[in-house]
């Protein structure tokens, strides 16, 4: 069985200051991890995703995610925050099954 | 090429009414999915269809819940009948093919509210 624990509910930055968002995998091979964004009242909308090869993966809007086996993690990551981030994040893991398994998603709120 | 088309976008019903909610996904991708969406649990798989067939419909609640695709282009999911307890964002997502690293591209979503 696949499963996802996003353990912050809320996280809140200031503008301009460094994000890191968590995500815990449980799969028992390699997964296949994703980040998504959902911006109020929309869709989610994929951010990043990591398939094999450089732990370190670039995605959408200057963020990144840094794949780390030993921790079964993968932590989303931006330098600085823009407003414009405010929105809900959710990771999500595919694995044996071919539907990946979301986490309850994490609400970032960005101060000015 | 567009993304995935919901309708209606917003729905508010009585108790008891029948809903019906429509999805249609993109062109060429034969993955389809329906999710809800409610605070207290989250995103949830309803049922999962590839080539127009359902695969999975684990996720469906109950019997009032009923999906269908009739074609490559076209999908439905019903409650009949509707309870409040339904109030939540319905999400249609499609995917090219039943690969596992395959994106999901989510629409944007109706959101019900049974009165």
């Known amino acids: 069985a696949q499963s996802v624990t996003q353990p912050d509910i809320h996280i809140t930055v200031s503008e301009g200051a460094s994000l890191e968002l968590r995500c815990n995998y449980s799969?028992?091979?390699?997964?296949?991890l994703f980040w998504y964004v959902q911006s109020p009242g929309q869709g989610l909308q994929l951010l990043l995703k990591?398939?094999?090869?450089?732990?370190l993966v670039q995605g959408i809007k200057g963020f990144e995610a840094e794949f780390k086996r030993s921790q079964s993690s993968f932590n989303l990551r931006k330098p600085s925050v823009h407003w414009s981030d405010a929105a809900e994040y959710f990771c999500a893991v595919a694995g044996g099954s071919y539907i990946p398994t979301f986490g309850r998603g994490t609400s970032l709120i960005v101060h000015p | 090429d567009a993304g995935v088309i919901q309708s209606p976008r917003h729905e508010v019903t009585e108790m008891g009414q029948e809903v019906t909610l429509r999805c249609k996904p993109i062109s060429g991708h034969n993955s389809l999915f329906w999710y809800r969406q409610t605070m207290m649990r989250g995103l949830e798989l309803l049922i999962y269809?590839?080539?127009?067939?359902?695969?999975?419909d684990s996720g469906m609640p109950e019997d009032r819940f009923s999906a269908k695709m009739p074609n490559a282009s076209f999908s439905t999911l019903k409650i009949q009948p509707s309870e409040p307890r339904d109030s939540a964002v319905y999400f249609c997502?499609?995917?090219?093919?039943?690969?596992?690293?395959?994106?999901?591209?989510f629409g944007e979503g109706s959101w019900l509210t049974v009165v």
């Open positions: 990591y398939f094999s090869g450089d732990t």
């Open positions: 997502a499609s995917s090219r093919d039943r690969a596992a690293g395959n994106t999901i591209y």
């Open positions: 799969y028992g091979a390699t997964p296949y």
């Open positions: 269809f590839n080539n127009n067939v359902p695969i999975d």
